[in-house]
């Protein structure tokens, strides 16, 4: 014997739930869909208030109805397309694409609450009749397939009642008794109702001695958020905000750095691959290029999603590259803004020999020399010792130029296979000042040229204008040579160093090449360090949830192109995450170690720590601590909160 003999169910936000902070914003991604279709040229007006009117058309619809024919105001969708024809003057064939994109993007947004989908499994064992009630506009039919779409199996064969096709409604009640005169139940505790409103769900049915089950799982606030955002940002905004909320903790990872690589450097990421792929096309681009190590994760996913935009005839390639390798193959001529590059500025100095390495020569080799400028091995170049370290580097240049172009020519056949001189190429990386751009490209023989090159960048700090002002073509996404000086500020303030990680590569750093007896070349990549072992597993699970993310919402490129979709706003939880840490993110990834200066992985400090009792006393060694500290914020909640 069956427990119940009627157990009914609310549809959206108990079963059903949308992509988006609020039911209401669904309004705004109508608005921007059609604004991509040619009719929006001549309805530019008319769009651009989509989203109130079509607000104002439901309400005053609901109006209409309760006055002049006296019902409950219960309104259809096509009554809501009717007043808000009358109102706009909008032609037949605008309101038909509207009412068609507003099906088509609740499709789309809407997903299975996977707490709705167990209780419905569950109850459908236990009750003699299982039907479905909602106070909606949306047709029963529609509704009906997308409850079967979704995974409520059997769905469309169960009986469904729509408050606005019998003009009744749960709110005030009437919508019960038309359900038990339908399927002939009288209302009592063997009538089950399950729902997430408190008035209509839960004390409407009770008060009619209807039991009840309150479905918790999901928080909705249907208000529009006001704001002086764009219309797009508006949008993305809203994804974003739905990830905060409990219906959407079925998307997230467990794990808690795939967690963070999901909800924090997912969005950025997925942005930034919209960025990539709205200017591939602008830009008319035959081919990418990812450069190593920080472009591995952009490569896959572009070659994920470039189909899905129409992108299949670019190519793609990943190229081994670093400021090591660019250091003994680029050089042309001696520029002093390179040499300080390799002498370094970082937090630790650096010895002799490693600033040596990097121009790809053995200090153990050069004795005579080191000696000559007062220097051996294990010297530290401190500040003081600077000037002379450049005037013996200024001795070798004639020679590192000559290297550099011996080294150019025996490995020349490598990034033959990469680059074409006939093809328009993007060099896609993590950025920051352009200089591997400016070494990979002189790697390059005389059949190059700069003009074929777009570097294509998460982001560019202001000292990128040094080589834009040399011919080098480059662009940013969320930074642009720093003209948001906000964004160039964090980044600076522990976001370079978190996005490194995050985008670091299953490899090591590349430190030259090899051929072999066949001829075959291939690259020599640095041994890691056991701290950098940890670290690259750490972002390995970050990147998962990151790849996790875009999957989840490359859906988006069906209705949108990647030009709407680039909106920077996507960077809104990593801007937050490098400003305002909680206390689980500074857990995971305070203790993550990072390269004190660019190209150096052997010399590693922490991103931020708390200091010991005697600096925490000190204002002076505080200061210090501080300004050594990549990680700014996180700096600061360790050790002031």
């Known amino acids: 014997m069956k427990k119940y003999k009627l157990v009914t169910f ?119 009749q299982v039907a479905f009630i909602s106070d909606m506009y949306l047709p029963s039919d529609w509704l009906s397939t997308i409850l079967e779409e979704k995974g409520f199996r059997g769905a469309s064969k169960l009986p469904i009642f729509v408050s606005a096709e019998y003009r009744k409604s749960k709110w005030r009640g009437t919508l019960y008794q038309e359900v038990a005169q339908a399927l002939g139940v009288t209302p009592s505790a063997a009538w089950l109702h399950v729902g997430d409103n408190i008035h209509s769900d839960i004390s409407q049915a009770s008060n009619q001695s209807i039991s009840t089950r309150f479905a918790d799982w999901a928080k909705v606030d249907n208000r529009r958020i006001p704001t002086t955002a764009t219309h797009t940002e508006y949008l993305v905004r809203s994804i974003l905000d739905f990830i905060d909320l409990p219906q959407a903790r079925h998307f997230l990872p467990s794990d808690g750095y795939s967690s963070i690589g999901y909800r924090l450097f997912g969005p950025l990421i997925f942005g930034f691959m919209m960025w990539v792929m709205a200017r591939t096309k602008e830009a008319k681009l035959n081919k990418l290029v990812f450069i190593a ?56 100095h650096r010895s002799i020999e490693s600033c040596l390495a990097m121009l790809g020569y053995d200090a153990n080799l050069m004795p005579p020399l080191l000696e000559r400028f007062g220097f051996k091995i294990g010297d530290i170049v401190s500040k003081n010792r600077r000037s002379v370290a ?190 305002s840490p909680t206390p689980d993110e500074i857990h995971l990834l305070a203790g993550l170690s990072h390269s004190d200066i660019a190209g150096n992985t052997a010399s590693r400090l922490v991103l931020a720590a708390r200091q010991d009792n005697r600096t925490r006393k000190s204002k002076r060694l505080m200061a210090i601590a501080r300004e050594q500290a990549f990680w700014k914020a996180c700096f600061d909640r360790l050790n002031y909160s």
Not at 490 to 510: C, I, K, Q, R
Request: charged share 25%.
């Open 390 to 579: 450049h005037l013996l580097f200024t001795t070798i240049f004639d020679h590192t130029l000559r290297t550099n172009r011996s080294q150019r020519e025996k490995f020349k056949r490598y990034f033959d296979t990469h680059f074409s001189p006939d093809e328009k190429i993007g060099l896609v990386d993590i950025g920051w000042n352009g200089n591997i751009q400016r070494y990979l490209i002189s790697t390059l023989d005389s059949r190059y040229s700069k003009d074929q090159f777009l570097g294509l960048y998460l982001g560019l700090h202001s000292p990128a204008h040094y080589n834009r002002e040399r011919g080098f073509n480059m662009e940013g996404w969320v930074s642009n040579y720093g003209q948001v000086l906000h964004v160039q500020e964090y980044l600076n303030s522990g976001g370079v160093e978190l996005l490194e990680f995050a985008l670091t590569a299953d490899h090591g750093t590349v430190i030259g090449f090899k051929d072999d007896d066949l001829g075959n070349i291939s690259p020599v990549l640095e041994e890691p360090f056991p701290e950098e072992i940890s670290y690259r597993e750490k972002a390995m699970k970050v990147q998962m949830g990151i790849r996790q993310f875009v999957k989840d919402h490359k859906y988006l490129l069906d209705y949108y192109s990647p030009g709407i979709l680039s909106c920077t706003a996507w960077s809104a939880p990593f801007e937050r995450l490098v400003t």
């Open 293 to 348: 190590r920080d472009g591995q994760l952009p490569h896959q996913l572009f070659e994920t999603l470039k189909t899905q935009y129409g992108l299949s005839q670019v190519s793609t390639s990943y190229v081994y590259f670093s400021r090591s390798v660019g250091l003994q193959f680029g050089l042309k001529e001696w520029d002093v803004d390179q040499l300080l590059t390799v002498l370094g500025s970082g937090r630790i």
């Open 10 to 128: 609310d549809i959206f936000d108990t079963l059903l739930h949308r992509r988006i902070r609020a039911p209401v914003d669904i309004f705004e991604a109508v608005r921007l869909a059609v604004m991509q279709n040619k009719i929006a040229l001549l309805n530019h007006n008319t769009l651009m208030s989509f989203t109130h009117d079509r607000m104002r058309a439901e309400s005053e619809a609901r109006q209409h109805l309760e006055k002049i024919i006296e019902a409950e105001g219960e309104v259809s969708f096509s009554e809501i397309y009717d007043r808000y024809e009358d109102m706009t003057g909008c032609e037949p064939e605008l309101r038909n694409l509207l009412e068609s994109k507003e099906l088509e993007l609740e499709k789309a947004f809407l997903f299975a609450s996977d707490t709705g989908l167990k209780v419905f499994d569950e109850m459908k064992g236990m009750a003699e």
